[in-house]
């Protein structure tokens, strides 16, 4: 992340125009959580998802086909990203979507995110 933050930097002086690049990590973390949530079922960092309760488990089956973090599908469908002047916020508006950051992590900036945020940085600055 040292990286990621001396090439944001570097960017902040060469341009003041951050929304293209802000718009490349947006979409790229966003990606990444519906991934999280749709396939990989693990954390930023690799860690797999606690299984669920399987009371819950065969309660939810009864409702839905769903994975974790799948009963209805509104969490990975709602994750979006806002973009700012100098920053941008990747998340979900659904209420609950905090609580399961808590105990599942799907938002973070993994290995992989980091090395495709600094790619979209050193192409913005022509490297």
């Not at 902040?12 to 990444?32: C, F, K, M, Q, W």
């Not at 409702?63 to 916020?89: F, K, P």
Request: hydrophobic share 30%.
């Amino acid at each position: 992340m040292d990286d990621c933050r001396d090439l944001f930097a570097r960017l902040r002086a060469h341009t003041d125009d951050l929304r293209p690049v802000l718009n490349a990590i947006g979409n790229e973390l966003t990606e990444s959580a519906r991934s999280r949530i749709a396939d990989e079922k693990k954390s930023p960092e690799g860690e797999d998802w606690a299984e669920l309760d399987p009371d819950y488990a065969a309660r939810k089956r009864q409702y839905s086909s769903g994975g974790i973090l799948e009963y209805t599908g509104n969490l990975l469908n709602s994750m979006t990203y806002n973009v700012s002047a100098t920053d941008v916020r990747v998340g979900s508006n659904e209420v609950y979507a905090n609580r399961h950051q808590q105990t599942r992590p799907y938002l973070g900036v993994s290995e992989d995110d980091a090395n495709a945020i600094n790619q979209f940085i050193r192409d913005a600055l022509g490297e």
